[in-house]
């Protein structure tokens, strides 16, 4: 069992960035995956950024913008986004396997 806590949230203007922080409550394996999804209302989750060892996927539609890291040290993984864009509007969720975080909710205003 792991417990995946999300924190960085919040409300920004468009072409703006903000910072997602997600802790895992135990130590976690390299070369297990770790990422962020996220949820627009009325629509499926859909992958934000996965990274595993040195392998790193980006969605289509943030590739260029964000930027995921992860600290194997303090079992963290961050979500670096720059250019936000009203699209960008969702929930964003932490995932490691079948755990997920809580969601925190991204809101960008035009």
């Known amino acids: 069992q792991v417990q995946l806590v999300e924190s960085g949230g919040g409300l920004v203007q468009a072409g703006g960035s903000l910072r997602l922080s997600c802790a895992a409550s135990r130590n976690i394996f390299s070369t297990n995956a770790m990422g962020w999804f996220r949820q627009a209302p009325g629509k499926q989750r859909e992958l934000v950024a996965t990274i595993r060892g040195s392998s790193i996927v980006y969605g289509d539609s943030v590739k260029g913008r964000f930027t995921i890291s992860r600290d194997y040290a303090k079992n963290t993984v961050d979500l670096q986004m720059n250019s936000l864009k009203p699209e960008d509007t969702a929930v964003y969720y932490c995932?490691?396997?079948?755990?997920w975080g809580q969601g925190t909710q991204v809101t960008v205003s035009s």
């Open positions: 995932n490691l396997g079948m755990f």
